[in-house]
């Protein structure tokens, strides 16, 4: 099957066959992940595989007692992770800034990379994956029981494993018509039209399934969601209460190491100038 027949097929699975994935299919995968796009080829993260059943049971819990997650052959948290190249920084004597919001936003975006690619890859060898969410909802549970450091939060909670037949033909959940996703040049909100009819084109009711996503997944009960936005709000100070501020406040915000190589860029240096270790996208 080609990739892109790969893609459009995959769906989550959640249910396994009771076989375990050998290791070095495990390897193969990891080696995957590590090969998808990375911020200045840093890897801003860590993967942690679960593997004690107590571990794999509470972190189910957490998850909203969802109990398949505790029954997958692989479970891995994948971390974003900005505290290797701050104690990288620390041990070159650079006196580094701590980790900001921004560190935390481009690891949470590789480690979210890496987490994809492994998922693409695992799919085209027949193992299945369901990513799992509101691992953030429990911060004091998840640090205490993964061992977290300051600056490592968990960006996507992943099972892993072979695909029952029964889960291969479960139907795909449709999907929004790219008209209502797609825009050029500029953003554009939706009419109310819009938006009903994008429920409409994928042949469900706007009321119902609005409603159901609105208690299911949005507006979750004013003491869960306290709770809750209590909880990410520690990931967040975990970086220090300092994050939200002007840009102004942080005036050497754009590495110095870096402004030379900026200018370069800027002036239309050819592309040589632009060195793998130090991309355009770093230059922010
Ligand atoms: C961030 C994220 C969190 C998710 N959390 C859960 C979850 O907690 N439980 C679950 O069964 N599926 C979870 N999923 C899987 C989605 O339900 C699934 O991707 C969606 O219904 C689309 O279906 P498909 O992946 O089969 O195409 C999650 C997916 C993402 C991307």
Redesign the pocket.
């Known amino acids: 099957m080609s990739t892109i027949d790969e893609l459009l097929e995959?769906?989550?699975i959640?249910i396994f066959e009771h076989k375990p994935i050998p290791d070095d299919i495990k390897a193969q995968l990891l080696e995957c992940a590590f090969a998808a796009p990375t911020c200045g080829t840093q890897m801003l993260y860590s993967i942690i595989e679960v593997e004690d059943p107590v571990t794999k049971a509470r972190l189910a819990k957490i998850?909203?007692n969802?109990q398949?997650i505790a029954r997958a052959p692989w479970l891995l948290v994948f971390l974003a992770d900005s505290r290797r190249w701050y104690d990288c920084y620390e041990l070159a004597g650079l006196d580094p800034r701590p980790p900001t919001i921004l560190d935390m936003l481009l690891s949470y975006e590789d480690a979210c990379y890496a987490a994809q690619n492994m998922v693409v890859a695992a799919q085209s060898i027949g193992i299945g994956s369901?990513?799992?969410?509101?691992i953030h909802s429990d911060h004091d549970e998840v640090v205490k029981m993964l061992d977290l450091d300051q600056y490592v939060i968990p960006a996507?909670v992943l099972i892993l494993g072979y695909t029952t037949p029964r889960q291969q033909r479960r139907r795909?959940?449709a999907r929004f018509d790219s008209r209502f996703l797609v825009f050029k040049d500029k953003y554009r909100r939706l009419s109310d039209e819009e938006l009903k009819e994008m429920f409409v084109l994928r042949e469900q009711d706007f009321d119902k399934v609005v409603r159901r996503i609105f208690r299911t997944k949005y507006q979750i009960g004013p003491e869960d969601g306290a709770a809750v936005l209590g909880s990410v709000g520690k990931y967040i100070y975990g970086y220090g209460a300092n994050q939200v501020t002007r840009p102004e406040d942080h005036p050497g915000y754009i590495p110095r190491a870096y402004r030379p190589e900026l200018a370069a860029l800027l002036s239309g240096g050819d592309d040589d100038d632009c060195d793998v270790d130090c991309p355009p996208g770093d230059l922010r």
């Open positions: 995959r769906k989550s959640r998850c909203q969802q398949f369901c990513y799992i969410g509101l996507a795909k959940p």
